[in-house]
């Protein structure tokens, strides 16, 4: 099995990438295609030392740019590094890739050149999210792929979510929700209360809505929401964490008791960060294409690509887009009746 | 001035709201009007002792149940304590509503019979949300009214914050942002950019969008969503919040140092969830009906109760509703031409 990495995206191109590889052929004894620049690559190389026939070097001319317009880039850069590593995949030289560039570029190719998966409409990008119970983070999808959605494409994102959970996280029969602003069924604005009836009827164990509260609390293995307010979801979380270190970190000035307090209080801050940041995970999957794509941020430390790496390991290994396959041929008809209501 | 208290919602009716306004009298020398079912409140009120000419109690035979259809309950029940509360305010007997009941009942109520503010075509309810800066708060608007939005009606929500913060909030050029999966002009679905076109050609201070992550960081005073986006928003902040303090419990057990270190900062701990809870505030305005009614959860404390009456009583002081008359009179063009838009 091989992974490719697109080396030349991200805020520190070829240099956090590289590292990264390294750490992974290293630690997991994976092979490893690194796509960029074939001269700054081998001389970012002679830097380390790593087991040499796991990694080799796949050259491309070109670069998307993290501000880039993916659309622009996918049609004029066709030597770019995403499009050569995602070329590859489909020609079925690497077994999955792995990117830190400019996400919608990332995307927009994924889904030119692998194409979606038979009756998925749209795909998602899904991420862990933590919640009180420290062996069950759940999955949340869409976070950001696709900002006006069709009730279909929820139902399709339920699908997904649970094949990832089912192979990923070897979940047994995961609890699919609705992310929604109450429990009672009907609740909603009219795109979610159309999804929820056809999640009602899916093959899914589906449990119904989740506010955006509850979902922390070990209730759900997988919610369902729009790319909008997935995002909007997942950086209030962010930003909330944000602001009780800042707060914290005020306070705690004030007297010396606090500060020492903080002080013998490291363990479990620490404990606190890693539970709450899914770097350990390694990126987000793009779902719903023919082929395993891992998304990176693009300030992801090399630890977290290495991450990435072992986490499209998995995704191709288990097999994840076959599960998906099959969950869409076990609701076909929900899926069609859903396009077609939608086309009236 | 006096302010309507709706004494027979809430988890605990009669009770709190009872122990709220004998505060709220004692410590800010207002007069309140309780309102519900007399024999309750009387034997309630000899419970406490009190400045005896500040409270009154007025007579209402029926109470509408914290799970009550709002609908049903404005049609069948015209002398809940809710409605005879609001048609007080409607009257001119009292200056402001108070209400810890059924929210989905009061807001219905309010609309009924004060109706809404001239040219104003949704209410809205507003909370505020702590940021990094202690002093800056930021009000988040709608959280829960409006779950289908047109652009128009954010539009009007961004001239109600705003109105809001120059006066409640004492602020003189606050800064109106919308919620967005990014910062970008031309991001989000196609209700938030057209809500965008409008809000830059108003006579708002409109910074333009902000992300979940940046709104806690001190950049905004006012933050413009539909109701589902605003409560799966707060709710998530809520969360996790419960995530943080749940995962620091569980984390401090592993050692005796972490458990003195807890206790250390005990201080930070309650200066951060003094911050974190705006209980302080005491309620959430319904914005945009002609009449001042605050809302509270149905669990509020008696604390939060007492400093609701505050609110109100500030709200009508500052002629709240005055100030969001000339807004919308200012923007008038424009909210037009918002609504025709949509209606084509």
Avoid at 50 to 79: C, N, W
Wanted: net charge negative; aromatic share 6%; glycine share 8%.
């Amino acid at each position: 099995m091989v992974i490719a990495l697109d080396v030349m995206g991200g805020d520190v191109p070829v240099h956090s990438p590289v590292e990264a590889a390294v750490k992974a052929a290293t630690d997991f004894n994976q092979e490893i295609l690194l796509v960029g620049d074939r001269d700054q690559v081998v001389s970012e190389l002679a830097q380390h030392s790593y087991p040499q026939k796991l990694i080799e070097v796949f050259h491309s001319s070109e670069t998307v740019g993290m501000d880039e317009s993916p659309a622009l880039s996918l049609r004029q850069k066709k030597d770019s590094s995403i499009r050569v590593a995602v070329n590859l995949l489909q020609e079925g030289k690497v077994d999955a890739v792995v990117s830190a560039g400019n996400t919608g570029a990332s995307m927009a190719t994924a889904k030119f050149v692998l194409k979606l998966i038979s009756d998925i409409e749209r795909p998602a990008i899904a991420t862990l999210m933590p919640s009180t119970n420290r062996n069950n983070p759940f999955v949340l999808l869409d976070i950001g792929a696709n900002i006006d959605c069709k009730p279909s494409y929820l139902f399709q994102f339920g699908l997904m979510g649970d094949a990832y959970a089912r192979t990923v996280l070897n979940l047994e029969n995961p609890r699919v929700a609705l992310l929604n602003n109450g429990e009672e069924e009907g609740k909603g604005n009219q795109i979610v209360q159309d999804a929820f009836k056809l999640l009602e009827r899916s093959t899914l164990n589906f449990v119904g809505n989740i506010e955006g509260k509850a979902m922390f609390q070990d209730q759900v293995d997988i919610v369902v929401c729009d790319g909008f307010v997935g995002n909007i979801a997942l950086k209030v979380a962010e930003g909330t964490f944000d602001f009780v270190r800042s707060v914290l970190k005020q306070e705690v000035q004030a007297s010396w008791m606090a500060r020492l307090g903080y002080l013998a209080m490291r363990g479990p801050f620490k404990s606190l960060k890693d539970r709450a940041d899914y770097s350990e995970v390694g990126g987000a999957p793009l779902l719903g294409i023919n082929g395993v794509v891992i998304i990176c941020h693009g300030n992801s430390k090399p630890h977290t690509i290495r991450n990435a790496i072992r986490h499209a390991r998995q995704c191709a290994e288990l097999n994840l887009n076959d599960v998906i396959s099959r969950e869409v041929s076990e609701n076909l008809n929900l899926i069609q009746e859903g396009s077609e209501n939608l086309s009236e």
